[in-house]
RNA sequence: GCGUCGGUAGGUAAGUGGUUAAAACGGCCUGGCUGUAGACCAGGUGCCUUCGGGCUUCGGGGGUUCGAAUCCCUCCCGGCGCACCA
């Protein structure tokens, strides 16, 4: 078996860790390991991705995982950037939430199971005046503003509030916490968490006298635009295929670019390192195919969504944007795409603007018209240049018409 | 609390009484070229339209004026300084 340390190495996991090498922490003896996770939305999204593939390879190598909901610390917020205040999120939100992401994680994880604790637990019954004795004493302020995050606040002279500088000595506890429930003794997280995780790791040092880790990975950052990874111009891109459909999902991966295509095959799917390596190879050899592309959405939606899901994802994507007519296809596949594909239910007569509205294709009839007169509508695959267009009987094949706004939106149009 | 600076389109930010639906850049969208990529080039980017034009915007409300993002009053929000409280 190949060793963590490499694993984690090659695909490019790792950022900082806290002993002399990684192999302490990896390829000794068995750890806990823990991570965690704001629960302030009901889903994940795919820059949670890296987490759950590098716990994913812990839990291979026959390590242990804890994956903490940060229901306590949620309710504080770090002071990574946010400038919002932070709702105060109810407890049965939290549970919602916690119960939601957790299946999710079982997905990536596959067969391995985890541990879920939530800090609100253990932190919502904190004293204060213990708090400062047992936890507060074993910081110096000294060494917190030296901190980047505190630091760059203090040197721009942006206020930080009392609440935010404290937040890494909650996290210092939680794992202090964890370490004497479950032996926890490996923290993990992106780069940014770094000081904090470390916190922790000192915090147990001075009061226990005992050696824990932490082991980071870069954040993934989109080289071009400078922007974290996952977001797009409408949102996240969410794991829960209620928020973003199987087939959005699978495009999203299908339009990565090229420069970031290899790394995220690294780091957010489970083909080995030779697979990735040939497929390289294949990729440069023949850009235009988009071997890489290809690979990494199947890749990705059979890890979250299985592979049922990411063959009709396939299917639809076939038909919306590959040679596929509408016609050609088999009546399964139209089921599909009346399923999977955005779609809209439309009657004949109705003008094309209103139509291009109803497909979430325009935001206005002003842009509709736009869009039209640049020769970006298709309809049927004949493209629309009258802004008086209404829809006819002959656009439609078995009560279906497929209506594109440029090369990337498509929406299947139902007819009443 | 006092003083002061600021709040303009999704972002940064011009504009200090009419020619400003509002510069510029960036972002985003579309077209071209391609490979559902990137780079590059072109167009677009408040809403409605019978394509003539109409309507609504510059933190909120009120006022002055023929006319306001621009002037006045007031309220809300943020930065900074001072004071108060410790």
């Known amino acids: 078996m190949t060793k963590l340390s490499e694993i984690l190495r090659e695909r490019g996991y790792v950022h900082q860790h806290s002993s002399g090498t990684l192999e302490e922490i990896t390829d000794g003896p068995k750890r806990t390991v823990y991570l965690g996770i704001d629960p302030s939305a009901d889903s994940l999204h795919i820059g949670n991705l890296v987490p759950l593939l590098v716990l994913r390879h812990f839990l291979e190598n026959g390590h242990k995982v804890i994956i903490l909901t940060g229901g306590g610390t949620g309710m504080i917020g770090d002071p990574g950037g946010k400038s919002e205040e932070r709702n105060l999120l109810d407890e049965k ?86 370490n004497e429930e479950y032996g926890a003794d490996v923290q993990v997280g992106g780069s940014d968490q770094w000081s904090n995780i470390i916190a922790g790791v000192e915090y147990i040092r001075r009061k226990e ?28 891109i969410w794991l829960d295929p209620q928020k973003t459909a199987p087939f959005q999902f699978y495009q999203f991966f299908l339009n990565v670019e090229d420069d970031a295509v290899e790394e995220l095959l690294l780091k957010l799917t489970l083909l080995s390192k030779q697979e990735i390596d040939a ?15 290809a690979a990494l959405a199947n890749a990705v939606t059979e890890l979250v969504h299985g592979k049922e899901a990411t063959k009709d994802a396939h299917n639809v994507s076939e038909v919306l944007f590959g040679r596929k007519e509408l016609a050609e296809v088999s009546a399964d596949v139209r089921r599909l795409l009346e399923k999977e594909a955005p779609s809209a239910g439309v009657k004949l007569g109705m003008p094309i603007v209103d139509v291009m509205i109803a497909a979430g294709l325009a935001s206005s009839k002003r842009e509709a018209r736009q869009f039209i007169e640049d020769g970006a509508v298709i309809l049927s695959g004949e493209t629309v240049t009258d802004v008086n267009r209404v829809l006819q009987e002959k656009d439609f094949k078995s009560k279906l018409a497929l209506l594109k706004r440029g090369k990337r939106n498509a929406s299947v149009l139902i007819l009443d």
């Not at 030296?146 to 935010?164: M, W």
């Not at 824990?212 to 993934?220: D, R």
């Not at 990729?283 to 071997?291: D, T, V």
């Open 209 to 236: 006298g005992k050696e824990v880790y932490a082991l980071t990975w870069p954040l993934i950052v989109n080289k071009s635009t400078g922007k974290k990874f996952g977001k797009t111009e409408s949102g996240a």
């Open 93 to 178: 939100t939290i549970k919602h939430n916690t119960k939601a992401v957790a299946a999710q994680i079982r997905q990536v994880f596959g067969s391995s199971d985890f541990t879920e604790v939530n800090n609100a637990d253990w932190l919502s019954k904190l004293n204060l005046l213990e708090f400062l004795r047992d936890v507060g004493k074993h910081f110096t302020v000294n060494a917190m503003i030296k901190k980047d995050i505190v630091k760059s606040r203090l040197d721009a002279e942006s206020p930080i509030s009392f609440t935010e500088f404290s937040y890494s000595l909650l996290q210092g506890y939680d794992y202090l916490h964890l």
């Open 279 to 293: 497929l390289m190879g294949k990729q440069s050899a023949e850009p235009g195919k988009r071997h890489a592309q």
